[in-house]
């Protein structure tokens, strides 16, 4: 049974910082390419951020570049999602998505809000 549980979400003001994380389970983590998604009320889910399988590789959204990192840590089946200098409109459902082998698996989201 595959799983991807994610946490670290919660209430923050608008400059500070939270790192979310994905607990994979059920998979061979090390061979799945990573993704960070949110999505807004209103809005359509996007890309925030994407690592490869040695983590070696990542793009990030233009609205996010140069102040979320995405990484992993394949020993321990999770990739992390730090997010500083938040933004209001960072206010989002975040998942956590995984692919490999045509299969592809969504956890079922952290809520990230942020204001004062």
């Known amino acids: 049974q595959v799983q991807l549980v994610e946490s670290g979400g919660g209430l923050v003001q608008p400059g500070g910082s939270l790192r979310l994380s994905c607990v994979a389970s059920?998979?061979?983590?090390?061979?799945?390419?990573m993704s960070w998604y949110r999505q807004a009320p209103g809005r359509e889910r996007e890309v925030v951020a994407r690592?490869?399988?040695?983590?070696?590789?990542?793009f990030y959204a233009d609205s996010v570049k140069g102040r979320f990192t995405i990484s992993r840590d394949n020993a321990k089946n999770t990739v992390y999602l730090e997010m500083d200098s938040l933004k209001a409109e960072d206010s989002a459902l975040y998942y956590c998505?995984?692919?490999?082998?045509?299969?592809?698996?969504w956890g079922k989201g952290s809520l990230v809000l942020v204001s004062s």
């Open positions: 690592i490869s399988t040695s983590g070696g590789n990542t």
């Open positions: 059920g998979l061979t983590f090390s061979t799945y390419a």
């Open positions: 998505y995984g692919w490999a082998n045509n299969r592809d698996y």
